[in-house]
């Protein structure tokens, strides 16, 4: 039996609060043919206080009906199991109710960021690694039970007070650790990117190590430049190339055709792309040149 090829999808903007506007984002990103759309659903107000609000899940899933292409979700990005032990219930609380929403909307894929934290001391960082892998378990049996694939995105350290995240490598390592299948990996190229710059280490082989795992891909480019000179706008960070800016495909140095070469990627899996609103005019470009990436991409076998 062949096995499944690569599928290109597209993340699609908040919009407004009262959902009015989703209808016609999904048409947009449905016409582009791709075959995946990821939803942001932690800013639809789907979960208010760790709880599912019933009322607004069914306007999504009104909005969602019907459409040709599947779908994958992005949870709440504060989710974050290296927080201290007192906290992690409220987490889960979000991420439970998050997911279930997931579920609601049949997405395929619920993206789940990985642990960050400010400067703490090597014992430090292990335990809450230790932490983690236990809720990670704890999600996988739940995705498990909702037929939902929880997929742990690599982060960068530099901004916002974080100083350490997982790199892709020792993401992979922790989910071997786990090795459970509801639990994978979103590998993002352009974190990895960041974060390796900013921890050092080699783009390509780290990207190789956690591919195996990547049944989900964010496709964005950058310079992997921390964003540490002062700009006044947001086209200055784009004119020095700093920080996580969400470039299509190409705009940065990312080196995609030597990572498409070097890394092992599951059968089936998603290249979604995730572009920063002020570039949605080259979505059709972006979706084209990702296309041609998914078409290079080696594909496990067996």
């Known amino acids: 039996m062949a096995q499944p090829g690569p599928r290109v999808g597209l993340s699609i903007f908040p919009g407004c609060s009262d959902l009015s506007d989703l209808p016609a984002r999904l048409d947009e990103a449905e016409g582009f043919g791709v075959d995946t759309i990821e939803l942001p659903i932690y800013d639809y107000d789907v979960v208010v206080g760790g709880r599912i609000r ?35 219930s409220r987490h889960w609380n979000v991420l439970a109710a998050s997911l279930e929403a997931a579920a609601a909307l049949d997405c395929e894929h619920y993206v789940l960021h990985s642990g960050t934290m400010g400067i703490v001391q090597h014992d430090g960082i292990e335990d809450a690694y230790e932490r983690q892998r236990e809720w990670l ?34 993401l992979a390592r922790e989910l071997a650790t786990i090795d459970h299948p509801f639990v994978q990996a979103t590998l993002d190229f352009g974190h990895g990117h960041l974060n390796l710059a900013f921890q050092g280490g080699d783009l390509v082989e780290e990207c190789g190590q956690l591919a195996p795992r990547s049944r989900h891909l964010h496709v964005h480019d950058n310079f992997g430049r921390q964003d540490d000179i002062w700009t006044y706008t947001h086209g200055e960070k784009i004119a020095f190339g700093h920080g996580d800016l969400h470039l299509p495909v190409g705009w940065g140095d990312i080196p995609w055709d030597v990572l498409m070469s070097g890394c092992v990627f599951p059968p089936g899996v998603i290249f979604n792309i995730e572009l920063e609103e002020r570039h949605w005019h080259e979505a059709g470009a972006c979706i084209a040149a990702t296309r041609a990436l998914a078409a290079r991409a080696r594909i496990a076998t067996g």
Not at 69 to 82: S, V
Not at 138 to 164: I, K, P, Q, T
């Open 54 to 88: 019933a009322e607004q899940l069914a306007r999504v899933k009104a909005a969602c009906r019907g459409r040709s292409a599947g779908f994958t979700a992005h949870g709440p990005l504060g989710i974050n199991f290296f927080d201290p032990p007192w906290r992690c």
């Open 137 to 170: 378990v704890r999600a996988g049996d739940l995705a498990r039970s909702m037929g939902v694939v929880v997929c742990v995105e690599n982060l960068f350290a530099g901004y916002e007070g974080v100083r350490y995240t997982a790199t892709p490598a020792r």
